[in-house]
């Protein structure tokens, strides 16, 4: 489904990315770990298609496509989707009539007729049984006054109502206590599928007792130095990332 | 050798005449007209460094664009020419102005005179209305603005509005047709005057048909008794030759409430006075409005809000979006005298700069004598947030329709006080318009 061959990428001429190579097929998780600033969340971005990034090097290619080529929209409708670290709050729109709008541009996209508001409103209903979301908070602004659990959460929704084949999830974990993050991996869990996949960015191995992920990647200095099954987030929890810094710089 | 006019006695030049030929000797507007125009002379237009004035050269402006003769345009629009403008609300007043004249017979007048009396300004109106007669031209600093004392001067019909005690009336509709083949000045004059209880509600539109300039020398007066409730909507659509200086200006008594709402959209030359008067307690002042500008279309708002006693409220929000070359002038005073305890004073005003040519000059200016007072006020100015877009794009909703998704969000913030869903729609569809 995707394959990341030598991916360089840097931001503001500083090198972030130097040589990622990560193939993903369906049905999979992914978990990519890794110290602060070794490059997940600039993985992650470029994955969306954040327009600050330059590539220098390499080539993503998704559904056999080079996924570098797409705008951000044209990625969301081949069915990427990113579970923003930090969701941004947008006055004004209600998550309603976002997630309507976003929605029908997807299905048109994707070849699909409009939702009307009646079919809209009862696919709503069924995908918020998944994040326990409440229906007060989406006739609110889109993230506004949000509290860091209920921004999550309706990353997760957002996700549930777009129905992508690749989630990226970025540090989706974060600012969540162990409640949210049960209700926010169970819907993850409840939206996999033997047809789509997820790479789960995270820094703690905490949210993988949920989510579990089928291969774990250590990123550092911009690069996937280790790669394992779910033992090594295991590993990494109980003797952090000292060692694996020591196996890089022994190299 | 001929003597050098100045711009003053140019636009004065034929007053004496005009004057003569409109009223009679015994005439009580005669008079008060002559005093405007003295007024008018003593003022004199702003100044080069005029402060109120300063973005907005207004007396080069009108130099530049004007032959300064002032003389009344005639017009070929009929009866059904106008009507057929009007907004689809029956139950309602409909008002025409041609040329700033007030045209009773095209208008159509529904209200009771016993709830709303609609009626020519003139001097009948004048002596059958003592409360017009003594305020006329007065209303809260009216006197110190030289386009307010021109317009004093020179408007002829006018309209006065009048809401009697505890009546809550239908909409009014006000619409302002600028039409002429050649240059043309007008002094379109209204008079509001909300009796203790009533509600009043005015919508003013202006259609201007003719390709030459024309200058609209505008001014509002209303005075809001105690517990009454006035609201003045207007909206600006206008063309690249139109030139406006229009002048709200508004007097409260107690528990009454004044709201004015000004959505700016199109013209050359666009300046807005917007003075409000809280001259009592437990009063509610509001101005809302909204900018939207593109070409070289220049709006310059001019506001104050003068608490004079304590326990009342005043709330200001406007909103820009300004692209290619236009620019925009905020100025927002608020004044909170050494009586006005326990005032709540709220200013906003934020834009959003769309092009690199765009240029917006905003100030907000609060004067604070009272120590038991809530005032903020604040103003921002910035492009469009990336982040926002990027978020939206990411989504699956095309760049274009994020922008316009955030952009009409930004904007419809202004429209938090509209209750008429008619001109709400019709702002609501002039702002997606202009978003496309």
Not at chain 2, 83 to 99: C, G, P, Q, R, T
Not at chain 2, 136 to 153: E, H, R, T
Request: a negative charge; charged letters at 25%; hydrophobic letters at 35%.
């Amino acid at each position: 489904m995707l394959k990341i061959d030598n991916l360089h990428a840097s931001v503001e001429g500083k090198s972030i990315l130097k040589g990622i190579n990560l193939e993903v097929n369906a049905g999979e998780v992914h978990a990519i770990m890794g110290p602060n600033g070794s490059g997940k969340s600039t993985l992650a971005s470029v994955l969306a298609g954040r327009e600050e990034y330059e590539i220098e090097e390499g080539s993503i290619t998704y559904q056999g496509k080079d996924l570098l080529e797409l705008a951000p929209e044209e990625r969301a409708h081949a069915g990427v989707f990113l579970a923003f670290q930090y969701p941004v709050e947008i006055p004004g729109v209600s998550t309603t009539n976002f997630l309507k709008t976003a929605v029908n541009q997807t299905r048109e996209a994707r070849g699909l007729k409009a939702l009307d508001a009646v079919s809209f409103l009862k696919e709503m209903k069924e995908k918020m049984k998944l994040v326990d979301i409440d229906q007060a908070l989406l006739s609110r602004a889109l993230n506004e006054g949000f509290s860091g659990g209920e921004k999550k959460r309706n990353e997760i929704f957002q996700m549930a109502m777009l129905e992508p084949t690749l989630s990226i999830l970025d540090e989706t974990d974060s600012g969540l206590d162990i409640d949210a993050l049960k209700v926010v991996a169970d819907g993850v869990n409840k939206l996999k599928g033997p047809n789509n996949a997820s790479i789960v960015v995270t820094h703690y191995q905490r949210l993988l007792d949920y989510i579990v992920p089928d291969f774990v990647h250590v990123l550092y200095k911009g690069k996937i130095v280790k790669s394992g099954d779910k033992s090594l987030a295991l590993e990494l929890e109980d003797k952090g990332y000292d060692w694996i810094k020591e196996e890089v710089a022994a190299l | 050798m001929s003597e050098v006019l100045t711009t003053e006695d140019q636009l004065l030049a034929g007053f004496e005449g005009w004057l003569n030929q409109h009223f009679e000797a015994s005439s009580s507007l005669k008079t008060i007209k002559k005093a405007g125009a003295e007024n008018f002379k003593k003022l004199g237009l702003p100044a080069r460094k005029s402060e109120a004035y300063k973005y907005t050269p207004i007396t080069k402006v009108i130099e530049k664009n004007f032959d300064l003769k002032i003389s009344e345009s005639p017009s070929s629009l009929t009866k059904s020419d106008c009507e057929s403008k009007f907004y689809a609300d029956e139950d309602a007043n409909h008002l025409v102005f041609i040329n700033g004249i007030f045209v009773e017979d095209y208008s159509k007048i529904i209200s009771a005179s016993s709830e709303l009396t609609i009626k020519v300004l003139d001097d009948q109106a004048i002596n059958e209305h003592s409360e017009l007669k003594s305020n006329l031209g007065q209303v809260n600093g009216s006197q110190v603005d030289p386009f307010a004392a021109l317009n004093l001067a020179y408007f002829n019909q006018g309209v006065f509005i009048r809401a009697e005690k505890n009546t809550d009336n239908k909409n009014t509709y006000i619409y302002q047709f600028i039409d002429g083949t050649e240059q043309t000045v007008l002094f379109p004059r209204v008079f509001v005057y909300g009796a203790t209880g009533s509600r009043t509600k005015i919508y003013e539109k202006t259609f201007i048909s003719g390709k030459e300039n024309s200058l609209n020398i505008s001014i509002v007066e209303s005075m809001v008794e105690s517990n009454a409730e006035v609201r003045y909507t207007k909206l600006q659509n206008y063309t690249n030759s139109a030139y406006s200086i229009e002048g709200i200006y508004a007097h409260q008594d107690k528990d009454s409430r004044f709201y004015t709402n000004t959505f700016s959209f199109k013209g050359a030359v666009v300046r807005n006075n917007i003075y409000i008067n809280i001259d009592a307690e437990n009063c509610e002042g509001h101005m809302n409005g909204l900018y939207q500008l593109s070409g070289k279309t220049h709006v310059d708002t001019n506001t104050s809000v003068d608490h004079l006693k304590p326990h009342s409220y005043s709330n200001e929000l406007y909103k820009g979006i300004l692209d290619e070359n236009s620019r925009a002038v905020f100025n927002g005073k608020i004044y909170v005298r050494p009586d006005a305890q326990k005032t709540n004073a709220f200013q906003s005003n934020n834009n959003i700069l769309l092009s690199d040519t765009a240029t917006i000059n905003t100030k907000p200016q609060l004067e604070i004598w009272a120590d038991d007072v809530q005032c903020s006020h604040g103003c921002t100015t910035g492009q469009m947030d990336e982040e926002a877009i990027f978020y939206l794009r990411s989504r699956g909703i095309e760049k274009t329709n994020a922008k316009a998704l955030l952009l009409n969000a930004f904007a419809n913030e202004a429209l938090s006080e509209m209750q008429n869903e008619l001109v709400k729609e019709e702002v609501e569809a002039i702002i997606l318009n202009k978003l496309k």
